[in-house]
């Protein structure tokens, strides 16, 4: 234990208490404090411009809601925690989101990398947080590696940190919230911590809280419309996307580019080492968007000054679109020199923010999650959904419509080549 408890001020949980010297020390490790310089929300800063905060105050929110949790099991005594598990799951909720990339999930969707595995990898490998965990005790970072893996042997450890009403995605809806200033994203955390209990090796909801659960449950399902799967985020997301792929496709021809800083380099070549990893931040893919605005290949060129400059596509909206509909599009984009492959995107986001039947796909991650269980006073389990007409109404649920994204201005600069439905279609209506 530390001499004296070390607090962060938060503005999401007041305060962030640290009482253990192994937690300060991670906190203070360089691959901790690399999460200062990675956005939680990635592009999401585009869209609503309070959106600047970073993993690294996320990590310290999970850890603080983790400790709260644990805290409260103690003093009740409850007997289905292992108290032993205590340090194990502190460290699993601060290093959750240790191995993340910048601008995360749309770097894993072109080169493939899973920000988990890098997580394991800075656990089990040759860094400072696993000289700090290692010296603690030998076994720790097998078995908060485990942990993020979710094959550990105390599960309720892993649903602590990760299933359907875990400390991640509690810290999460509340701080994106905050700092993007929707105030649907929010729900009564305290409530619902007063309300949990551990059971037979998993989190259970005592019955008299399935009303803040509804609210929790609620608040994810508007956050995901609202800011995650917000139009313009996603055109953010898509450029960003198209810059690596065509860095990608320029390396895969031989391209000689006037710049390229080493890490990016071994990113685009697949051979990415473990300190290469840990030196990408979001400060130097900016950086490096900064310098291709000055390629020579016009299209990456381009890529970057929208990007670094917020001129985003545009987007038309659809219920539906035809086969037919999209081969005419893509044919209008190709006689107007304006390659399909980078000028247009279609898009259906959804996700569904509870799901009943765990036999589906429950989650972003396309892995499954355990359902939100109910203690009723019996001493019996029932699943929420069964029991709250709100839940049932929302699980599994669709919703979204297609988006087509194209650069607008270079459809209005060549209206006159467009067809009469192309510009039906886009909206486009020719000079008075």
């Known amino acids: 234990m530390l001499r004296e408890e070390k607090v962060f001020k938060d503005p999401v949980h007041s305060y962030v208490y640290v009482q253990d010297k192994l937690i300060w020390n991670l906190i203070n490790s360089s691959e901790f404090q690399r999460l200062r310089r990675i956005r939680q929300l990635g592009t999401t800063y585009l869209t609503f411009h309070g959106a600047e905060h970073s993993r690294f105050s996320h990590s310290l929110g999970v850890y603080e809601?983790?400790?709260?949790?644990?805290?409260?099991?103690?003093?009740?005594?409850?007997?289905?925690?292992?108290?032993?598990?205590?340090?194990?799951?502190?460290?699993?909720?601060?290093?959750?989101?240790?191995?993340?990339?910048?601008?995360?999930?749309?770097?894993?969707?072109?080169?493939?990398?899973?920000?988990?595995?890098?997580?394991?990898?800075?656990?089990?490998?040759?860094?400072?947080?696993?000289?700090?965990?290692?010296?603690?005790?030998?076994t720790l970072p097998q078995q908060v590696a485990e942990v993020i893996q979710k094959t550990y042997s105390q599960s309720i450890v892993?649903?602590?940190?990760?299933?359907q009403l875990d400390a991640d995605r509690m810290d999460y809806l509340l701080r994106d919230a905050y700092f993007t200033g929707t105030d649907y994203g929010n729900f009564d955390l305290e409530r619902i911590l007063r309300v949990l209990r551990p059971h037979q090796g998993t989190i259970v909801v005592k019955e008299s809280g399935m009303h803040a659960v509804e609210h929790y449950l609620m608040s994810r399902y508007q956050m995901y419309w609202q800011v995650y799967f917000h139009p313009v985020t996603r055109s953010s997301e898509i450029i960003l996307r198209q810059i690596f792929k065509r860095a990608k496709q320029l390396h895969a021809t031989g391209y000689s580019f006037q710049w390229m800083e080493p890490a990016i380099g071994s990113l685009i070549e697949g051979n990415l080492s473990l300190d290469g990893y840990l030196s990408l931040d979001e400060s130097l893919v900016q950086y490096t968007f900064s310098r291709w605005q000055k390629?020579?290949?016009?299209?990456?060129?381009?890529?970057?000054?929208?990007?670094?400059?917020?001129?985003?596509?545009?987007?038309?909206?659809?219920?539906?679109?035809?086969?037919?509909?999209l081969d005419e599009i893509e044919k209008a984009f190709s006689e107007l020199g304006l390659d399909p492959e980078y000028y247009m995107?279609?898009?259906?986001?959804?996700?569904?923010?509870?799901?009943?039947?765990?036999?589906?796909?429950?989650?972003?991650?396309?892995?499954?999650?355990?359902?939100?269980?109910?203690?009723?006073?019996?001493?019996?389990?029932?699943?929420?959904?069964?029991?709250?007409?709100?839940?049932?109404?929302?699980?599994?649920?669709?919703?979204?419509?297609?988006?087509?994204?194209?650069?607008?201005?270079?459809?209005?600069?060549?209206?006159?080549?467009l067809s009469a439905n192309i510009k039906q279609i886009f909206n486009i209506h020719d000079e008075e």
């Open 65 to 138: 809601i983790t400790r709260r949790i644990i805290s409260q099991f103690e003093r009740h005594h409850y007997p289905d925690w292992p108290k032993e598990e205590r340090m194990v799951a502190l460290c699993a909720a601060l290093l959750h989101d240790i191995g993340h990339a910048p601008f995360s999930h749309s770097i894993e969707e072109i080169f493939g990398t899973d920000h988990e595995e890098w997580t394991v990898n800075i656990l089990l490998g040759d860094t400072e947080i696993h000289r700090i965990l290692s010296a603690a005790s030998p």
């Open 345 to 417: 995107e279609i898009d259906y986001p959804f996700d569904r923010p509870y799901d009943v039947y765990r036999t589906e796909k429950a989650s972003m991650d396309g892995k499954e999650k355990a359902p939100i269980m109910l203690l009723e006073k019996d001493g019996s389990l029932s699943e929420i959904a069964t029991r709250s007409d709100i839940v049932s109404s929302i699980s599994g649920l669709h919703q979204g419509r297609y988006h087509l994204y194209y650069p607008e201005e270079k459809l209005i600069r060549q209206r006159h080549r």
């Open 295 to 325: 390629e020579s290949d016009e299209l990456l060129a381009e890529l970057c000054y929208r990007f670094m400059n917020r001129k985003l596509y545009q987007y038309i909206t659809f219920e539906e679109i035809s086969a037919e509909s």
């Open 158 to 163: 892993v649903s602590l940190i990760s299933s």
